[in-house]
């Protein structure tokens, strides 16, 4: 047996046998032998494997009533109001607040950090950023930036008629956002969200290319807070576990009845990076792209579910200096050379959307509990159908 089929024995002994409780770490799914796909993913398998980009996060979990965040997610460490980055944003179902995207996909730039948080923080969040970007050294003559702040609604667990969000939260996150190994689940803007019944939260992932295909890496960060049924790497552990959409009471007579009260309505918003040097026009392709992870994890994607995709490139040959009467990228990838991307988005936002699921537990807020996805049972099903790999 070698030592990695040693760890993962001793990591499902510990799994089916353990109750992990809110202060044990629960695994990600590829350290469970779970491989998404075929690409290898960098060295962290996070969006911080794009070279540049920063993570910060603010959490805020407070008396019995208060479980929400907000996540920042800066292209580069450098002002972005003066050195932007080609951005754009894919609508799934725009059932939500995502402000700053009309601007985005306008103009193809992204100038402020993308801060993710709860619905009815966004307005505050926004604020905060605009007090941010004029108080960078540079920036004492701007007189408008345009904030990107994603959100779902963590109004479950969390009382969101509250508000509590303040620019200190927002500041500290942004303030804070580091390259390395980024916090999953239970964290920042994924602290009260849910997805497929179970506790969802923060997740992320990449995919590298091999240096035949340019070399470029792919990294995507999720806020999940959607519902459908459940598939693990083409497992179907929803309906296996019993947690499927949509339910179907009987009416008694022999008829169907009305769909049981769970709702899968909710939102997946997905931040993707890259360092491949790509325009507006083909980031938006990317972005596309990354809603059939999206599908490949069993999302419905429901009436109610604001499903967005927010695609940048860190790459230094393209970004875009602010007043320059001419824009000369260095180099653009051709539509060509687009394929291997596409490939890696999908994988990144699928397993991404897994880690933010296997590394949450249970959350108790506002009067409710959610139950983090249980790994025993999964870990069963994932066996069952040979999705562990076990070298």
Excluded at 193 to 211: D, E, M, V, Y
Excluded at 217 to 241: D, P, R, Y
Excluded at 320 to 335: C, D, F, M, T
Excluded at 346 to 356: G, H, V
Aim: glycine share 12%; with cysteine; proline share 5%.
């Amino acid at each position: 047996m070698t030592e990695k089929s040693f760890f993962i024995v001793l990591l499902l002994l510990f799994a089916t046998s353990t109750a992990f409780a809110q202060t044990e770490t629960r695994p990600r799914v590829r350290d469970l032998g779970v491989e998404v796909g075929v690409l290898p993913p960098g060295p962290l398998n996070a969006i911080t494997d794009v070279a540049g980009v920063r993570v910060g996060q603010t959490t805020l979990i407070r008396g019995d009533n208060i479980r929400t965040g907000v996540t920042a997610i800066l292209p580069h460490g450098g002002n972005l109001y003066k050195e932007r980055v080609p951005g754009a944003v894919f609508l799934g179902n725009a059932y939500g607040k995502l402000a700053g995207s009309t601007q985005v996909n306008e103009m193809g730039e992204i100038e402020t950090p993308i801060l993710l948080t709860s619905t009815d923080s966004v307005p505050r969040v926004a604020d905060a950023v605009v007090t941010y970007m004029f108080n960078l050294k540079g920036n004492e003559n701007v007189l408008s930036v345009n904030p990107l702040v994603g959100e779902t609604n963590d109004g479950y667990l969390s009382d969101i008629r509250s508000r509590p969000i303040t620019p200190e939260d927002v500041l500290a996150a942004i303030n804070n956002a580091t390259g390395g190994t980024v916090e999953e689940g239970v964290v920042g803007a994924g602290t009260g969200t849910i997805a497929f019944s179970w506790k969802g939260g923060i997740g992320t992932s990449s995919r590298r290319l091999p240096a035949s295909l340019g070399g470029y890496t792919v990294g995507v960060l999720v806020q999940t807070n959607f519902g459908g049924n459940l598939m693990i790497a083409g497992v179907s552990v929803g309906k296996e576990l019993g947690q499927v959409y949509p339910k179907i009471a009987s009416a008694g007579n022999g008829t169907v009845g009305h769909p049981a009260r769970e709702t899968p309505d909710g939102s997946c918003m997905i931040v993707v990076a890259t360092d491949a040097p790509l325009d507006h026009r083909n980031l938006s392709r990317l972005a596309a792209r990354a809603m059939m992870g999206l599908a490949r994890t069993g999302s419905s994607e429901t009436n109610g579910s604001g499903d967005y995709v927010i695609a940048f490139s860190s790459s230094p040959d393209v970004r875009i200096e602010a007043g320059e009467p001419v824009y000369r990228p260095k180099e653009l990838l051709s539509n060509e050379s687009m394929s291997p991307l596409f490939e890696a988005v999908i994988e990144a936002t699928e397993e991404a959307i897994y880690n933010s699921m296997f590394r949450a537990h249970d959350v108790t807020g506002n009067g409710h509990t959610v139950k983090a996805l249980p790994l025993a049972e999964t870990i069963d099903l994932l066996k069952k159908h040979n999705a562990i790999q076990t070298k």
